[in-house]
Nanobody, 119 residues
Framework: QVQLVESGGGLVQAGGSLRLSCAASGGTFSSYAMAWFRQAPGKEREFVAELSRYDISANAAGSVKGRFTISRVNAKNTVYLQMNNLKAEDTAVYYC????????????WGQGTQVTVSS
């Protein structure tokens, strides 16, 4: 069983930066695909960025590409989401997720952390 705990959310002005962290416990961290999703009020949860198992590849949604970067430090069992040039439309609850396999639905989810961008 993997447990995920996000942190680092908060209130920031448009154009600013935040770095979210997700600490994982249980399992072999480097063997999990890790991802960030977000859900804005009244909207469905959407994919933000993913880092594959063993860091073979990374990808991000078009809306954040060039602004957000996903990374991880295996020694700390932590995955990060560096968010730069934030926009009001980035306001959402951000969730960390982990997946045991190379594809398919994610198996484990964190509780979420709120990011609010003021314009």
């Amino acid at each position: 069983q993997v447990q995920l705990v996000e942190s680092g959310g908060g209130l920031v002005q448009a154009g600013g930066s935040l770095r979210l962290s997700c600490a994982a416990s249980g399992g072999t961290f480097s063997s999990y695909a890790m991802a960030w999703f977000r859900q804005a009020p009244g909207k469905e949860r959407e994919f933000v960025a993913e880092l594959s198992r063993y860091d073979i590849s990374a990808n991000a949604a078009g809306s954040v590409k060039g602004r957000f970067t996903i990374s991880r430090v295996n020694a700390k069992n932590t995955v990060y989401l560096q968010m730069n040039n934030l926009k009001a439309e980035d306001t959402a609850v951000y969730y960390c997720a982990a997946r045991r396999s190379g594809s398919g639905p994610f198996d484990y989810w964190g509780q979420g952390t709120q990011v609010t961008v003021s314009s």
